[in-house]
């Protein structure tokens, strides 16, 4: 789970609008553990959003420009929601121009 928090984490950090705040919320009902992580900035593109977890389609923005040291795979999702996969849980995202970014993990608390 460390894993999943820190790409999650890293990704608002790093694709977010720098000068604004990013938001970690964690709750519980008793038998969900939801996780949630919202940044603003630029938005996913609707038909990148759709595959966004699928590793045959991956989409990273670094692969459309140059690509520097800090310049990702674009796995990064892919990895996440197959360890959240892993544990029983699901993971969701929503992106909306002029909004925000937000992705959502619910975990069965055993
Ligand atoms: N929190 C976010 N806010 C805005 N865009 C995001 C966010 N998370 C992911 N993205 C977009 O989705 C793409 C895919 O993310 P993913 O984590 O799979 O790959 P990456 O961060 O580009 O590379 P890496 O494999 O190093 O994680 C990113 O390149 C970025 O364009
Ligand atoms: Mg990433």
Do not use: W
Not at 52 to 63: A, C, E, G, V
């Amino acid at each position: 789970m460390a894993q999943v928090f820190s790409n999650l984490i890293g990704n608002a950090v790093r694709h977010g609008k720098v000068q604004l705040p990013i938001k970690v919320t964690l709750s519980g009902n008793g038998t969900t553990a939801c996780f949630s992580m919202q940044n603003y900035g630029e938005p996913i593109p609707p038909n990148a959003l759709i595959s966004l977890f699928d590793p045959n389609r991956r989409f990273s923005k670094y692969s459309e420009g140059e690509q520097g040291a800090s310049s990702g795979l674009g796995l990064g999702l892919f990895i996440t929601a197959q360890i959240v996969e892993g544990h029983g849980g699901k993971i969701e995202v929503e992106s909306r121009l002029e909004k925000d970014t937000i992705f959502r993990v619910n975990l069965p608390i055993r």
